[in-house]
């Protein structure tokens, strides 16, 4: 399985940018997605996550801001974040995982640079 990330850039304080996420290969249907972040001297952090069935999760820190959301045809996951801050700025990486009769399974994606000016 591969999940190629996208949508990051550079973008202004109050500012808005969606990044998306697709998965190929052989995925199995039932599967938590989630998008994850890391800025220059911190631990990586869950931002969001989003089960098969829509029930999400938020980080604190972006609960009324980002939304993540989901399109099971098309295996991808996007990420919609509005009023973004400079604290915001971060790699940014999608994540897949749960469990199937083999056994867990855990992916990511190459990650996606998010900067955001003050």
């Known amino acids: 399985v591969q999940l190629q990330a996208s949508g990051g850039g550079l973008v202004q304080a109050g500012g808005s940018l969606r990044l998306s996420c697709s998965a190929s290969?052989?995925?199995?249907?039932?599967?938590?997605m989630a998008w994850y972040r890391q800025a220059p001297g911190k631990q990586r952090e869950l931002v969001a996550s989003?089960?098969?069935?829509?029930?999400?999760n938020y980080a604190d820190s972006v609960k009324g801001r980002f939304t993540i959301s989901r399109d099971n045809r098309k295996n991808t996951v996007y990420l919609q974040m509005n009023s973004l801050n400079p604290e915001d700025t971060a790699v940014y990486y999608c994540?897949?995982?749960?469990?199937?009769?083999?056994?867990?399974?855990?992916?990511w994606g190459q990650g996606t640079q998010v900067t955001v000016s003050s």
């Open positions: 989003i089960t098969s069935g829509g029930s999400t």
């Open positions: 290969g052989s995925i199995y249907s039932r599967n938590v």
């Open positions: 994540n897949m995982k749960g469990s199937n009769f083999f056994g867990n399974f855990e992916y």
